[in-house]
């Protein structure tokens, strides 16, 4: 399994990014993937849920801070699931990483693997 996330970089409050997560090595179409965040200084079972997505797509959930700003989305032809980010904050700031999980949901537990981040920083 190989999850590769893109897309990070340095905004102002207010701006938007685009993630992307591209993954091989699994059955992609067959799987919940999840994006979430750390911040300096949590442990990586402390990750905070952002976003997730259903096998199909037709299935989301968000974290109540990035309600209204943030859109997950999946593009099974192309394997790769999607972290629209708009109205960014200072608090958005972290690393963010996509995960894949047989079952889905909101705790790292339940996620199988995970790529290697993909810094954001929201500072003017």
């Known amino acids: 399994v190989q999850l590769v996330e893109s897309g990070g970089g340095l905004v102002q409050p207010g701006g938007s990014l685009r993630l992307s997560c591209e993954a091989s090595g699994f059955t992609f179409d067959k799987y919940a993937m999840g994006w979430f965040r750390q911040v300096p200084g949590k442990e990586r079972e402390e990750r905070e849920c952002?976003?997730?997505?259903?096998?199909?797509?037709?299935?989301?959930y968000y974290t109540d801070s990035v309600k209204g700003r943030f859109t997950i989305s999946r593009d099974n032809a192309k394997n790769t699931v999607y972290l629209q980010m708009n109205n960014l904050k200072p608090e958005d700031t972290a690393v963010y990483y996509c995960?894949?999980?047989?079952?889905?949901?909101?705790?790292?537990?339940?996620?199988?693997?995970w790529g290697r981040g993909t810094q954001v920083t929201v500072s003017s």
């Open positions: 995960g894949v999980s047989p079952f889905g949901g909101t705790t790292t537990d339940v996620y199988v693997d």
């Open positions: 952002v976003a997730t997505i259903n096998y199909s797509g037709d299935t989301t």
